[in-house]
């Protein structure tokens, strides 16, 4: 059976979500509750798999493969292994995550009929941008690169925001943030000149430092959305700093641009926390 073509895979994909988004709050599926006991917590934390959040996770499977099939597509990455297509999963699949958990509050048909709309919009022009970023030779990767950084970088708030409004603050917020701070890092350092293993180190470096902010902001020395704040320009000049250097533009003057935007952004942010 020959392989589908790529707008083919696009249209796909997008159907996916669209279906599996505009469905999940009307399949009658049942509502498990699992049980929880976390290491020093005495309490029991329940967590219900709603038939949203059920669907989100086939519907994240399927985007996954269907991602991955994209990518391929290219002939440079025809025989890439997962730690090298994998990258390519991780925006669709925040997007979707994201998607899923906002529509399960939209009540009326006009609002779920903009949020599918807006959710195929998104994801469309994602995708399309990865697929023009492949190659630093594309005639359009100059746009679609900085769009998919500036996307990583909401989506990386948000993200940190919502880890830092959880209940068990203190006990979920640092390994949740070194966690999502690993692929999100790997999306704003991928390319195809540079060695997987390399990248997925730098990432993994930058997962372990945001980790390290994340501990120091856990006993809630900042309100949510300041610390949310915070771990956001962290994260921009470790991953603006380690670009530049593997792209061989790190210089000392780029290096003190980054140091004096942190600072910067520090005083501004401490002080509105005050």
Same mark, same amino acid.
């Given at each position: 059976?020959?392989?589908?073509?790529?707008?083919?895979?696009?249209?796909?994909?997008?159907?996916?979500?669209?279906?599996?988004?505009?469905?999940?709050?009307?399949?009658?599926?049942?509502?498990?509750?699992?049980?929880?006991?976390?290491?020093?917590?005495?309490?029991?934390?329940?967590?219900?798999?709603?038939?949203?959040?059920?669907?989100? =996770? !086939? #519907?994240? &499977?399927? @985007?996954? $493969?269907? /991602?991955?099939? +994209?990518?391929?597509? *290219?002939?440079?990455?025809?025989? %890439?292994?997962?730690?090298?297509?994998?990258?390519?999963?991780?925006?669709?699949?925040?997007?979707?995550?994201?998607?899923?958990?906002?529509?399960?509050?939209?009540?009326?048909?006009?609002?779920?009929?903009?949020?599918?709309?807006?959710?195929? =919009? !998104? #994801?469309? &022009?994602? @995708?399309? $941008?990865? /697929?023009?970023? +492949?190659?630093?030779? *594309?005639?359009?990767?100059?746009? %679609?690169?900085?769009?998919?950084?500036?996307?990583?970088?909401?989506?990386?708030?948000?993200?940190?925001?919502?880890?830092?409004?959880?209940?068990?603050?203190?006990?979920?917020?640092?390994?949740?943030?070194?966690?999502?701070?690993?692929?999100?890092?790997?999306?704003?350092?991928?390319?195809?000149?540079?060695?997987?293993?390399?990248?997925?180190?730098?990432?993994?470096?930058?997962?372990?430092?945001?980790?390290?902010?994340?501990?120091?902001?856990?006993?809630?020395?900042?309100?949510?959305?300041?610390?949310?704040?915070?771990?956001?320009?962290?994260?921009?000049?470790?991953?603006?700093?380690?670009?530049?250097?593997?792209?061989?533009?790190?210089?000392?003057?780029?290096?003190?641009?980054?140091?004096?935007?942190?600072?910067?952004?520090?005083?501004?942010?401490?002080?509105?926390?005050?």
């Amino acid at each position: 059976m020959p392989a589908l073509p790529r707008t083919e895979r696009l249209a796909l994909l997008l159907g996916v979500v669209v279906v599996g988004l505009g469905a999940s709050c009307y399949l009658p599926l049942p509502s498990p509750a699992l049980a929880l006991h976390l290491p020093g917590i005495s309490s029991v934390v329940t967590v219900t798999l709603t038939p949203v959040r059920q669907v989100s =996770l !086939v #519907v994240l &499977v399927l @985007v996954a $493969a269907l /991602m991955d099939g +994209l990518v391929r597509d *290219d002939p440079r990455l025809a025989r %890439a292994g997962l730690a090298r297509t994998a990258p390519y999963w991780i925006l669709p699949a925040v997007e979707v995550l994201v998607a899923f958990s906002r529509f399960e509050g939209l009540s009326s048909p006009r609002q779920q009929m903009a949020g599918l709309a807006v959710t195929a =919009l !998104v #994801v469309g &022009v994602t @995708v399309v $941008a990865q /697929m023009k970023s +492949l190659e630093p030779g *594309d005639r359009w990767f100059w746009l %679609a690169r900085p769009g998919l950084n500036v996307l990583t970088y909401a989506l990386a708030l948000a993200l940190f925001y919502g880890a830092e409004t959880l209940p068990l603050r203190s006990l979920v917020a640092i390994p949740l943030i070194s966690l999502v701070s690993i692929p999100l890092a790997m999306e704003l350092l991928r390319s195809s000149r540079w060695t997987t293993r390399r990248t997925w180190g730098w990432a993994a470096l930058v997962g372990v430092m945001m980790g390290e902010v994340a501990w120091a902001l856990a006993p809630g020395v900042l309100p949510p959305r300041v610390a949310s704040l915070v771990l956001l320009a962290t994260f921009y000049c470790l991953t603006g700093v380690l670009q530049q250097h593997l792209w061989g533009a790190a210089q000392r003057r780029v290096a003190l641009e980054f140091a004096a935007l942190a600072a910067a952004a520090l005083v501004v942010l401490l002080r509105a926390g005050a």
